[in-house]
C-alpha cells in the first residue's frame, strides 16, 4: 500500500519564478492538505482540497494556489516566488469522513535563491 | 486564537534516562490532539491521536497521555533511534468542517549512546 508522494523532492528556483508541486494521496483518502515548513519550525497549514474544492485556508497569500484532480491527487503552485517561499513543502492526505489523523508525505524541499 | 506550545524545544538524554515531553494547547473545543516523529528532512510520521482528557496510548517506549489543557509524551528507557523531532498538533471542532491540524514547534530529541 503506496502511502503519500510527493514529487519533485527537491526543487531550485530564482525569485519570481513560479513553481508547481505534486501529491499523491495515501490509498482510500480523499482528502489532501499542504503545509509549509521552515527550518526549525512545525509545519503552517496552506490550503485543503476535497471534492476537488478547497474547503478551508490559512493566512497564506493568493500567491499560493492549488487544485485537487478527480483521482484525488494534488498540486500546490506558488508564484512570484520570494526567498521566503523557501521551505519544506508537506502534502498529508486523510479521510474526510473521519477528519482525523493525516498521513505525510516525504516532502518537497524549495530553495528559491 | 488556537495555539499549540511545546516544551522543551531541545532535549538530550542519556540512553536508558527516561523523560517526558509536554504539549499545552489552546484551542476552541478540541476534535483530537496529534502526535508524529519527524526525521531531519522527512515528512512526519503518525504515532498517536488522543481524543478526550484521561486517554492514554502506547507504542514500544511511548506513552501518550492527555489532559484538558496539555498532553505528555512519555519516552521510557530511549534508544539512540529514538533522536528526531517530536511535534504535537491539534484539531478544533469549529467551525464545522475544519480539519487543519495546529502545529507546535516540536522538541528536538537526542538520546546518547
Known amino acids: 500500500d503506496a502511502g503519500v508522494t510527493q514529487s519533485p523532492t527537491h526543487l531550485i528556483k530564482t525569485r519570481g519564478q513560479q513553481v508547481t508541486l505534486r501529491c499523491s494521496p495515501k490509498?482510500?483518502?480523499?482528502?489532501v492538505s499542504w503545509y509549509q515548513q521552515a527550518l526549525g519550525q512545525g509545519p503552517q497549514f496552506i490550503f485543503q482540497?476535497?471534492?476537488?474544492?478547497?474547503?478551508q485556508r490559512g493566512n497564506f497569500p493568493d500567491r499560493f494556489s492549488g487544485h485537487q484532480f478527480p483521482n484525488y491527487s494534488s498540486e500546490l503552485n506558488v508564484n512570484a516566488l520570494l526567498l521566503g517561499d523557501s521551505a519544506l513543502y508537506l502534502c498529508?492526505?486523510?479521510?474526510?469522513?473521519?477528519?482525523?489523523?493525516?498521513?505525510f508525505g516525504q516532502g518537497t524541499r524549495l530553495t528559491v535563491v | 486564537e488556537d495555539q499549540v506550545t511545546q516544551s522543551p524545544e531541545a532535549l538530550r538524554l542519556q540512553e536508558g534516562e527516561s523523560s517526558s515531553l509536554n504539549c499545552s494547547y489552546t484551542?476552541?473545543?478540541?476534535?483530537?490532539l496529534f502526535w508524529y516523529r519527524q526525521d531531519p528532512g522527512k515528512g512526519p510520521e503518525f504515532l498517536f491521536t488522543?481524543?478526550?482528557a484521561g486517554e492514554e496510548k502506547e507504542k514500544e517506549r511511548l506513552k501518550a497521555t492527555l489532559t484538558k489543557k496539555e498532553s505528555f509524551l512519555h519516552i521510557t528507557a530511549p534508544k539512540p533511534e529514538d533522536s528526531a523531532t517530536y511535534l504535537c498538533?491539534?484539531?478544533?471542532?469549529?467551525?464545522?468542517?475544519?480539519?487543519?491540524?495546529?502545529f507546535g514547534t516540536g522538541t528536538r530529541l537526542k538520546v546518547l549512546a
Open positions: 498529508a492526505s486523510s479521510l474526510f469522513s473521519k477528519g482525523t489523523e493525516a498521513f
Open positions: 482540497y476535497y471534492e476537488e474544492e478547497e474547503r
Open positions: 484551542v476552541s473545543g478540541l476534535r483530537g
Open positions: 498538533a491539534v484539531q478544533a471542532r469549529r467551525p464545522p468542517g475544519t480539519y487543519k491540524y495546529i
Open positions: 488522543l481524543y478526550s
Open positions: 490509498s482510500g483518502h480523499d482528502t
